[in-house]
């Protein structure tokens, strides 16, 4: 059974730091497209960074420079780790797993709908 759980989320003042954690069960994520995904009250779920099987990543512009995704392959992890936090960052945040094997992180987009196995999320309010 795939099963991918959150952790780390919180409340933080504005600039502050957060690092999410996932931990995959199920299968091994290494030669998946892994992301990091958030829905604010309101608003649709978007996708904030993903990672390809070669660690290529991906970031929405909104915290590009502020936000690092990463994976440890032998713990089976994925981060996020979050820093200059701004109000707006607000939101549930997701993560989730591809199913499909790739030889290339070109094949990892930050739609949602690529994206097959979800953890339940954890809560990151910012607030200024």
């Known amino acids: 059974q795939v099963q991918l759980v959150e952790s780390g989320g919180g409340s933080v003042q504005a600039g502050g730091s957060l690092r999410l954690s996932c931990v995959v069960s199920g299968f091994i994520s290494n030669n998946h497209c892994m992301g990091w995904f958030r829905q604010a009250p309101g608003k649709e779920r978007e996708g904030v960074a993903v990672?390809?099987?070669?660690?290529?990543?991906t970031y929405a512009d909104s915290v590009k420079g502020r936000f690092t995704i990463s994976k440890d392959s032998a713990k089976n992890t994925l981060y996020l780790a979050m820093n200059s936090l701004e109000a707006e960052d607000t939101g549930m945040y997701y993560c989730?797993?591809?199913?499909?094997?790739?030889?290339?992180?070109?094949?990892?987009?930050?739609?949602?709908?690529?994206?097959?196995?979800w953890g339940q999320g954890t809560q990151v309010t910012v607030s200024s």
């Open positions: 989730a797993a591809d199913r499909s094997t790739y030889s290339s992180s070109r094949y990892c987009s930050r739609s949602e709908y690529q994206y097959i196995s």
């Open positions: 990672i390809g099987p070669d660690g290529s990543t």
